[in-house]
């Protein structure tokens, strides 16, 4: 198997056990009223933390066999598993308009990953340069959710944007560890494994505080935040490149506009999921194709 294949199937993977702990985490916000620090006290959201860590886990591995520009786009699957897992537990089928958000979504993604495939990383970020990238995140995540400011999407693009940098330096320490040219316990590798660790970690914690007021608009900022982030470092900082030379910039750019665009429909649903979940059953949905019927 070609390293882009796999790293492509370890991401699948991934963005599939992420899904189903942003839809745990999304329930579990709707009930705790506003409460981060009570959810630390139940054991169901330690589960969501688990969840999250394999996911994790299966990410850095994938981060391993292919660059930053293809693995980071394909967290928008994370989002297309997402609407049916929250569809499921909704107690109704998905939605033409849902089914179509995933064709786009996909298609987009298909764009994406036929520009952006090349061999794997060898580059890394040097210590200087981790810990600039890092003052920086810091500086924007405190302007967007800073305090008084309302759980929603500013919180959602914090989210995505720690995600996607602990993605860049998550890279950074996988590849120097595995250098066999020198040791693994380098000091840029450990002060960039304890970045990662923070970043994550604040990720994670901005992501709960977003899902309170609802799943569908916050997970799409999510969604489309980390992979920006995670681009800007990779193509500025990394050396990666796109294929196809002006053409392969074209049809990353149409991949990309298409994968929004599919985002953006499927929130929808995932927003209608949420008032299900907090507020009991609700009136059949109706899209433009007319009324939806609720599943058995």
């Known amino acids: 198997m070609s390293a882009t294949l796999l790293a492509v199937a370890l991401s699948l993977v991934s963005a599939v056990a992420y899904a189903a702990a ?25 589960l969501t933390v688990l969840l999250n860590a394999g996911a994790a886990l299966l990410h850095v591995a994938a981060l391993k066999y292919g660059p930053l520009t293809l693995v980071q786009p394909l967290g928008a699957l994370t989002l297309v598993a997402a609407v049916p897992l929250g569809a499921r537990i909704a107690g109704r089928r998905v939605t033409v ?8 979504t996909l298609l987009g993604l298909g764009a994406l990953l036929v520009t952006a495939s090349g061999p794997e990383p060898d580059d890394t970020l040097s210590l ?32 995505g944007v720690a995600s996607g940098v602990a993605s860049a330096l998550t890279q950074t320490v996988t590849v120097a560890a595995t250098d066999r040219s020198g040791s693994p316990f380098t000091a840029q590798v450990v002060v960039v494994a304890v970045l990662v660790a923070l970043f994550a970690a604040g990720g994670l914690l901005l992501s709960q505080t977003a899902y309170q007021g609802g799943l569908g608009a916050p997970l799409a900022m999510v969604t489309l935040a980390n992979p920006v982030a995670a681009a800007v470092i990779g193509l500025s900082l990394l050396g990666e490149r796109l ?14 506009v298409l994968a929004a665009r599919g985002v953006v429909l499927l929130t929808r649903g995932a927003a209608r999921d949420s008032l299900v979940v907090a507020g009991g059953q609700v009136p059949a949905p109706v899209d433009e194709h007319g009324p939806v019927a609720f599943a058995p």
């Open 128 to 159: 200087p340069q981790a810990l600039a990238v890092a003052g920086l995140t810091t500086a924007l995540i405190g302007v967007l959710a800073r305090r008084g400011a309302r759980p929603g999407l500013r919180h959602a693009t914090a989210s």
């Open 243 to 256: 294929q196809g030379g002006v053409a392969g910039f074209v049809l990353a750019g149409a991949g990309a």
């Open 97 to 104: 308009r849902e089914w179509r958000g995933t064709a786009l």
């Open 22 to 46: 942003a839809v745990a985490q999304e329930r579990l916000a709707s009930r705790s009223g506003g409460g981060t620090l009570r959810l630390l006290a139940t054991g169901s959201w330690w």
